[in-house]
Nanobody, 127 residues
Framework: QVQLVESGGGLVQAGGSLRLSCAASGRTFSRYAMGWFRQAPGKEREFVVVISWSGRITLYADSVKGRFTISRDNDKNTVYLQMNSLKPEDTGVYYC????????????????????WGQGTQVTVSS
């Protein structure tokens, strides 16, 4: 069982930065690939980025490549999302999620591959 709690969201102007954190409970955190998803109003939840259990492999959505950086600290059971050069279209609720890497591989991108989800944190980027 893994419980996830996101933090770090807020209101920022276009071009600004935010750093999201996702704290996980449970002793098996390092067995999970960790992903970030987001959901804008009226839209479906979409994949943003994923990091393998070791932290050595990452995969980004094209829309955030070069602007967002994911990292993880398995000693602290925490995954981070550094978001730079934010755009209004980055606005949405950001969710972290955990996927058992043994079952779905190192970089799952589909919602159904993830077993555990956080409650989400709101990110609003003003123009």
């Amino acid at each position: 069982q893994v419980q996830l709690v996101e933090s770090g969201g807020g209101l920022v102007q276009a071009g600004g930065s935010l750093r999201l954190s996702c704290a996980a409970s449970g002793r098996t955190f390092s067995r999970y690939a960790m992903g970030w998803f987001r959901q804008a109003p009226g839209k479906e939840r979409e994949f943003v980025v994923v990091i393998s259990w070791s932290g050595r492999i990452t995969l980004y959505a094209d829309s955030v490549k070069g602007r967002f950086t994911i990292s993880r600290d398995n000693d602290k059971n925490t995954v981070y999302l550094q978001m730079n050069s934010l755009k209004p279209e980055d606005t949405g609720v950001y969710y972290c999620a955990a996927a058992p890497q043994e079952r779905v591989g190192v970089t799952p991108t589909a919602l159904h591959e993830y077993d555990y989800w956080g409650q989400g944190t709101q990110v609003t980027v003003s123009s």
